[in-house]
């Protein structure tokens, strides 16, 4: 059974830095490609971060680029997301997702399994 367990959200304020973990048990993430997708109220669930199998590697969409970093470590089959210099509009429930296949993987529907989800709120 495939399970994936977020963790390391919070309240935090404008500027800080958080790490969410995602915790894999089932799977070997190194054999598939994660996102790190978030959900603010009211808006689509957005891929914000992917990285490929093997943990090679990575796309960011532009809203986090340069402030966020995705990485794996396989001893610990777990994906982490690094989040610096965290804004106001970074506020969102932020969920972890796999996918064994291959090819690119964009949208929701590209990725069979999904964690529970973390709230982050960013005050300023």
């Known amino acids: 059974q495939v399970q994936l367990v977020e963790s390391g959200g919070g309240l935090v304020q404008a500027g800080d830095s958080l790490r969410l973990s995602c915790a894999a048990s089932?799977?070997?993430?190194?054999?598939?490609?994660v996102g790190w997708f978030r959900q603010a109220s009211g808006k689509e669930r957005d891929l914000i971060a992917r990285?490929?199998?093997?943990?090679?590697?990575?796309y960011y969409a532009d809203s986090v680029k340069g402030r966020f970093t995705i990485s794996g470590d396989n001893a610990k089959n777990t994906v982490y997301l690094q989040m610096n210099s965290l804004k106001p509009e970074d506020t969102a429930v932020y969920y972890c997702?796999?996918?064994?296949?291959?090819?690119?993987?964009?949208?929701?529907?590209?990725?069979?399994?999904w964690g529970q989800g973390t709230q982050v709120t960013v005050s300023s």
């Open positions: 990285i490929s199998r093997t943990f090679g590697s990575t």
């Open positions: 997702a796999a996918d064994p296949g291959v090819g690119l993987r964009d949208y929701e529907r590209d990725f069979d399994y």
């Open positions: 089932g799977v070997t993430f190194s054999h598939y490609t």
